[in-house]
């Protein structure tokens, strides 16, 4: 069987096309590899861990009420990361504010955004769950704050995720196109195995929690009735619809055959002036990353997702993405409203 490539040795033949770069950002994302792996292990043990299964008695900035497995991913992903001397800060869907590296610890060039276990309300039924996270430049100096974190998806510099599914894969862009790897549970290595993912521009699946239909907005509301109608209706064929309710599985299956995922904004959170579910810096925007960078479309309805200004760490905004085709339409009907 041919040699398979080990994700330190694509990082490091990528890095050797950039002829500039210093190698801190594979020296950090071989940090958030490892933690990663941790956290696979964590969820790997799901009931045999009896510590780290059910609610803890705490509830995140969100409101949410915390899984015991939310608090021990978050810890594991800050302690594998900011003692590296790539970062000068963390944020995190579990942390109230952001937090920067412990003075102990060198300063690095980088800041990280994310959600240790995102979809954690599937761990105790069993069902995928994953790890996001998005890079961004630090600013050279100064104490780190919130604000430094309040940057355009634009300006990442690297976005990933790693599924905790029937296998762990981690799925990562550099700006420069999509690679996916599988974890050999073997050798421990993430390996090779989805080179230069590409979203089909067309699709007949779409992705969206149904039982909130009487609250979402026109658009969206018309395009689904669309799909329902299937091949009689305007659309012209038959659609299938998928929800696992873990935004990385969801949005791992239209990477690996097309599809639409939307949590649109709807009249309950407008009711509570909220900007939409999912958040801005450590969901909405590595996935926006992800998506184009795999050739699709990732779009509030309203504007570009990477072109969003955030203006709160743990801002929320309405999220349609996936194949190129269809998310220009359910745009395209965002605007003839
Ligand atoms: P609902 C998980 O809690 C999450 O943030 C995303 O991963 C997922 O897509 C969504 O919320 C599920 O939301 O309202 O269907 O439970």
Same mark, same amino acid.
Not at 11 to 32: A, D, M, N, W, Y
Not at 235 to 245: E, H, Q, S, T
Not at 269 to 290: D, H, Q, T, V, W
């Given at each position: 069987?041919?040699?398979? =490539?080990?994700?330190?040795?694509?990082?490091?033949?990528?890095?050797?096309?950039?002829?500039?770069?210093?190698?801190? !950002?594979?020296?950090?994302?071989?940090?958030?590899?490892?933690?990663?792996?941790?956290?696979?292990?964590?969820?790997?043990?799901?009931?045999?861990?009896?510590?780290?299964? *059910?609610?803890?008695?705490?509830?995140?900035?969100?409101?949410?009420?915390?899984?015991?497995?939310?608090?021990?991913?978050?810890?594991?992903?800050? #302690?594998?990361?900011?003692?590296?001397?790539? !970062?000068?800060?963390?944020?995190?869907?579990? @942390?109230?504010?952001?937090?920067?590296?412990?003075?102990?610890?060198?300063?690095?060039?980088?800041?990280?955004?994310?959600?240790?276990?995102?979809?954690?309300?599937?761990?105790? /039924?069993?069902?995928?769950?994953?790890?996001?996270?998005? /890079?961004?430049?630090?600013?050279? #100096?100064?104490?780190?704050?919130?604000?430094?974190?309040?940057?355009?998806?634009?300006?990442?510099?690297?976005? *990933?995720?790693?599924?905790?599914? +029937?296998? =762990?894969? !981690?799925?990562?862009? =550099?700006?420069?196109?999509?690679?996916?790897? +599988?974890?050999?549970?073997?050798?421990?290595?993430?390996? !090779? +195995?989805?080179?230069? /993912?590409?979203?089909?521009?067309?699709?007949?699946?779409?992705?969206?929690?149904?039982?909130?239909?009487?609250?979402?907005?026109?658009?969206?509301?018309?395009?689904?009735?669309?799909? @329902?109608?299937?091949?009689?209706?305007?659309?012209?064929?038959?659609?299938?619809?998928?929800?696992?309710?873990?935004?990385?599985?969801?949005?791992?299956?239209?990477?690996?055959?097309?599809?639409?995922?939307?949590?649109?904004?709807?009249?309950?959170?407008?009711?509570?002036?909220?900007?939409?579910?999912?958040?801005?810096?450590?969901?909405?925007?590595?996935?926006?990353?992800?998506?184009?960078?795999?050739?699709?479309?990732?779009?509030?309805?309203?504007?570009?997702?990477?072109?969003?200004?955030?203006?709160?760490?743990?801002?929320?905004?309405?999220?349609?993405?996936?194949?190129?085709?269809?998310?220009?339409? /359910?745009?395209?009907?965002?605007?003839?409203?």
């Amino acid at each position: 069987m041919s040699q398979r =490539t080990s994700f330190y040795k694509f990082i490091s033949e990528e890095q050797r096309e950039h002829p500039f770069s210093s190698g801190k !950002l594979t020296g950090l994302l071989l940090e958030v590899i490892s933690a990663c792996k941790k956290i696979a292990h964590l969820t790997g043990s799901g009931g045999l861990a009896s510590h780290a299964m *059910g609610a803890a008695d705490s509830e995140n900035v969100q409101g949410e009420q915390q899984k015991k497995l939310d608090i021990l991913s978050n810890e594991l992903f800050v #302690e594998s990361t900011q003692w590296c001397g790539y !970062l000068a800060g963390l944020a995190s869907e579990e @942390l109230d504010h952001s937090q920067p590296v412990p003075k102990e610890y060198p300063r690095g060039k980088y800041l990280i955004t994310f959600d240790p276990l995102d979809g954690s309300s599937n761990i105790d /039924i069993n069902v995928s769950v994953g790890t996001i996270f998005s /890079i961004l430049e630090a600013p050279d #100096e100064g104490d780190i704050q919130d604000g430094d974190f309040l940057q355009q998806g634009l300006k990442q510099v690297c976005a *990933g995720y790693c599924l905790y599914g +029937t296998s =762990t894969m !981690l799925v990562l862009t =550099t700006g420069r196109g999509v690679n996916g790897f +599988t974890l050999d549970r073997t050798t421990g290595d993430f390996v !090779l +195995t989805m080179p230069d /993912i590409q979203i089909p521009p067309d699709t007949s699946e779409y992705s969206i929690n149904q039982s909130y239909s009487r609250h979402w907005e026109p658009p969206v509301k018309r395009y689904v009735d669309e799909c @329902l109608l299937g091949a009689e209706g305007p659309l012209g064929k038959n659609y299938n619809m998928r929800w696992v309710a873990s935004m990385v599985a969801d949005v791992h299956r239209l990477l690996c055959r097309g599809g639409v995922f939307m949590y649109p904004m709807d009249a309950r959170m407008a009711a509570k002036g909220e900007g939409g579910k999912l958040r801005l810096l450590y969901e909405a925007n590595p996935m926006s990353f992800i998506v184009e960078q795999a050739g699709g479309v990732a779009h509030t309805g309203y504007e570009r997702i990477m072109e969003v200004q955030p203006d709160a760490l743990h801002q929320r905004v309405p999220v349609i993405m996936g194949s190129r085709n269809e998310v220009e339409r /359910i745009v395209s009907y965002h605007k003839d409203a």
